[in-house]
C-alpha cells in the first residue's frame, strides 16, 4: 500500500550528499503485515519513518500509495498522514493537553467527529493500549514512562491510522512491560488489520513480533528478508554492528551439541518444548 522508489533524504537538503540521512531506499508495506525495522543508532530509521509518516519531505525519488503515484509532495504527504500513525520515540515530545482524555481525543475531533462520537474513540482506543478510564483526567505529565507511551500509543489509535509506526517504543519498559506492548500490538493488528512497524535496534525484540525485517545500514537499505533468513546470516548482521537474539545463540551452542533444533524458533516457551522433545523428557 505503501512504496518507497530510490527516496533519499538529507537533513542538509543536497541532492546526492553522502551524509544524507537516507540514501536511494525502495521498499513496499502491505496492508496487515508486521514489519520491523532494525539498524543501528544513526542507520537512519526514524528518518525513514518520518517520511512515512508524511512528515519530512524526501529530496529525492518518489512515493506511491495504493498504486497511485503524486508528483506533488503535498498531495503524498496529506494522503500518508491520513493514513499512517507514528508513536514517537519520546512519547512525552507528543503529548501536550493538559488531560489524558483531551489528549486522545484531540485526533478525533480535529477530524471533525461529534462529542459523542469522539468519546467512544477515545475509550475504545484506550481500552486497546491498556490505558485504565480512571487516568483520563490526569495530566499526561504526572504519568509514568509507561504510561505516558500507553497515553500516547491511544492518541494515535484515535485517528484510526492504517499503518501504525512505533519508534522504540520497548525502551525503558521492564520485561513484564515489554510482553505486553507485544500482545497489544498483535491484537490491535489483529482486530482493526492494522500494518505495524515496529522500529528497534533490539534483535530480540523483532525476532520475537516482526514476520519481516528491513536492515538499515548508514542510510541504506542493507536487507529486506523474513526473520529466519535475517538471523540465519549473523555475517551480514555483524557487518551492521548487530546483534543475533540471545535465542539463536543458545540454539547455535546446542546445534554445535548435536541438538538439531530449528534455528527459526524466537520463542522461549517454544524451544523449551522443542529441547524437551529431543531429550525425550517433558516439562
Ligand atoms: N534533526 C537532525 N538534524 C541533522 N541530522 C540529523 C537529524 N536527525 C537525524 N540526523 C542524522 O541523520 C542520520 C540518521 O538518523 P536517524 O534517522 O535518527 O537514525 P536512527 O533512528 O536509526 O538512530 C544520523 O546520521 C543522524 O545524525
Ligand atoms: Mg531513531
Known amino acids: 500500500m505503501i512504496e518507497f522508489k530510490n527516496v533519499s533524504y538529507s537533513y542538509n537538503d543536497s541532492i546526492g550528499d553522502n551524509a544524507a540521512a537516507v540514501k536511494d531506499i525502495n521498499l513496499k508495506i502491505n496492508k496487515g503485515e508486521f514489519i520491523g525495522v532494525a539498524g543501528h543508532t544513526g542507520s537512519g530509521k526514524t528518518t525513514v519513518a518520518q517520511i512515512l509518516a508524511g ?38 515530545h507528543q503529548l501536550f493537553e493538559e488531560t489524558v482524555y483531551r489528549d ?49 500509543i491511544a492518541g494515535v489509535l484515535a485517528t484510526e491510522p492504517e499503518v501504525l509506526i512505533l519508534d522504540e517504543p520497548a525502551a525503558g519498559l521492564d520485561p513484564s512491560g515489554r510482553e505486553r506492548l507485544w500482545g497489544e500490538l498483535h491484537k490491535i493488528r489483529k482486530e482493526q488489520n492494522t500494518t505495524i512497524i515496529l522500529i528497534s535496534h ?79 523428557a517433558t516439562l
Open 55 to 92: 512528515l519530512i519531505k524526501p529530496c529525492g525519488g518518489t512515493i506511491l500509495v495504493d498504486g497511485i503515484e503524486y508528483s506533488d509532495y503535498k498531495a503524498a504527504a496529506r494522503v500518508l498522514r491520513s493514513k499512517v500513525g507514528i508513536v514517537f520515540q519520546y512519547p512525552e
Open 104 to 152: 486522545i481525543a484531540f485526533g478525533p475531533k480535529n477530524k471533525g467527529l461529534s462529542e459523542e462520537e469522539t468519546d467512544k474513540c477515545v475509550r475504545r482506543s484506550a481500552a486497546l493500549a491498556h490505558l485504565k478510564e480512571e487516568l483520563f483526567e490526569k495530566s499526561p505529565f504526572e504519568l509514568s514512562g509507561g504510561q505516558k507511551r500507553r497515553v500516547a
Open 202 to 280: 533490539s534483535m530480540e525484540d523483532l525476532a520475537q513480533n516482526a514476520e519481516r525485517i528491513i536492515v538499515l545500514n548508514n542510510g541504506e537499505k542493507y536487507k529486506d528478508d523474513t526473520v529466519s533468513n535475517i538471523f540465519s546470516d549473523a555475517a551480514l548482521l555483524k557487518k551492521c554492528g548487530l546483534e543475533i537474539p540471545e535465542i539463536t545463540k543458545v540454539i547455535k551452542l546446542l546445534n554445535d551439541g548435536g541438538m538439531n533444533i530449528p534455528e527459526n524458533i524466537f520463542d522461549i516457551t517454544k524451544l523449551s518444548d522443542v529441547i524437551c522433545q529431543r531429550l525425550g
